[in-house]
C-alpha cells in the first residue's frame, strides 16, 4: 500500500542518515588518528616453504579506535582513500616498517625483508612519497632491498607507474604484486613491468586439492612466474594439505594463518626463535 511505501521510505533515509554520520564520525576520528598515535602495525610471517623459515613478513595496519576498538583496515582504508588521508598513512606505515625492520635485522636476522602494502593513490599521485620514503630510509639507516612494497593489479594500467617503478627500483625497494589474479591480470604486465615478487590470491589457496583447476592454476602461475625471474608468495595457508601442495610444486614462499595470524612486534619476536634458519 501507499502507507507501507511512505514507512519504508522513511526507514530508508533514517538509515542512510544513520550510514552517513557514522561515516562522518569516521573520516573526524581519521583524521585525527595519526596525531593520537592510534595506528600500529601487525606482522605476519612469510615462511620460506623449502626450509620452514621466517624470511620475511607483511606488514598489516591496525587502528585502535579510542572508543570503538580496533577496526579493520577493510572499514578505514576506503575511507583514507578517499578523503585522501592515506598518503600520511602510507607514508606513517613506510617509516614505522623501516624503524621495525632495522632493529629486527640488527637484533635477528640480517636479511629480514619486509613488506608494506600501498595503496594505489600513494603512488599514482603526485604525491611526494619516493621522496619521503628516501628519507625515511636514510634516517633509519636502512638499504632500501629490506623493504618490498605490495601493490594491486590496478596500478600497473596506469601509464606513468612504469617511471615511478624504475624510481622504486633504485633506490633497492623490491615490488610484489599482491592479489594475483583478482584483478584485471593480463600476462602483458608481467612482461612490461620489472616485478619482484607475485602472491597468488588466497580465493586460489583456499581450494587447494588435488586435481582441483585451482591447483592447476597455481601450478601454471608458479611456472611462469619463474620462468620470468619472479618469485611466488601464496597467501591465505590455512592447513598443512595446502602447504604440502604448494611446496611440492616449487612455491618459494608461503603465508598464512597455518603459520601464524598478524601479531604485535613483541610477540612476533618470538617467530625469531621459534622458526630460525639452523
Ligand atoms: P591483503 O594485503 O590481501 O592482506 C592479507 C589479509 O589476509 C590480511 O587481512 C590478513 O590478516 C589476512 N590473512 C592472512 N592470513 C590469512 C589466512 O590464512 N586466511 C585468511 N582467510 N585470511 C588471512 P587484514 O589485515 O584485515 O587486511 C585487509 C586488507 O587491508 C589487506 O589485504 C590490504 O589490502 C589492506 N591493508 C592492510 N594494511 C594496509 C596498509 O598499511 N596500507 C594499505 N594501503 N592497505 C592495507
Ligand atoms: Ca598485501
Ligand atoms: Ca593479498
Ligand atoms: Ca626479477
Redesign the pocket.
Known sequence: SKEQGRNRFHYFTASMQEAAQTKMHLINDLRSALANEEFQ??Y?PIIELATGTVQKA?????WKHPLRGMI???EF?PV??ETGL?ID??NW?FHEAARQTQRWRQQHQPGFQLS????PL?LRADTNSLERWRRSLKSVGLPGNALAI?I?ESLLMDASFAKRLVAIHAMGVEVSL??FGTGYSSMSYLKKFDIDYL?I??SF??NLRPGSSDLAICEAVIVMAHKLGIMVIA????TLEQQNLLRAMGCDFG????FS??VPAAIFEQLFEARSKP
Not at 607483511?58 to 591496525?62: D, F, T, V
Not at 608494506?116 to 595503496?119: A, Q
Not at 597467501?235 to 590455512?238: H, K, T
Open positions: 602495525l601487525h605476519q607483511e606488514a598489516l595496519l591496525r579493520s583496515p577493510l582504508i583514507a582513500e592515506i598513512i602510507g606505515v608494506v602494502n600501498t595503496s600513494q605490495e594491486t599482491d592479489d602472491k590470491d588466497k589457496v583456499a597467501e591465505g595457508i590455512e603465508q598464512g594463518y597455518l595470524h598478524p
